[in-house]
Nanobody, 123 residues
């Protein structure tokens, strides 16, 4: 059974940092990518960052490029999202999700989802 466990959310002031973690189990790291989506109140889910677990290649959306960094520790089966220079507009529930390599990084392609973790950035 595949499980993704997201953690690390919280309340932070604008300009601050947080690191989210996504612990994966039951997943072959050679065959999947893991990404982070976020959903702000009243908005749709937005793909933020993704990492291919076989070669470490990454993607970051324009809205977070230069501020967020996705990484993985394959020995710990964990993917991290380091979020720096946080802005109030980054406030959202953040979800990690897994997609088989070769598929697009978009909501409808994701095969497994973790529960969300709330990030609140105060101004």
């Amino acid at each position: 059974e595949v499980q993704l466990q997201a953690s690390g959310g919280g309340l932070v002031q604008a300009g601050g940092s947080l690191r989210l973690s996504c612990a994966a189990s039951g997943l072959s790291f050679d065959d999947y990518a893991i990404g982070w989506f976020r959903q702000a109140p009243g908005k749709g889910r937005e793909g933020v960052s993704c990492i291919s677990l076989n070669d470490g290649s990454t993607y970051h959306s324009d809205s977070v490029k230069g501020r967020f960094t996705i990484s993985s520790d394959n020995a710990k089966n964990t993917v991290y999202l380091q979020m720096n220079s946080l802005k109030p507009e980054d406030t959202a529930v953040y979800y990690c999700a897994a997609v088989k390599l070769g598929n697009y990084f978009r909501e409808e392609s994701m095969e497994y989802w973790g529960q969300g973790t709330l990030v609140t950035v105060s101004s």
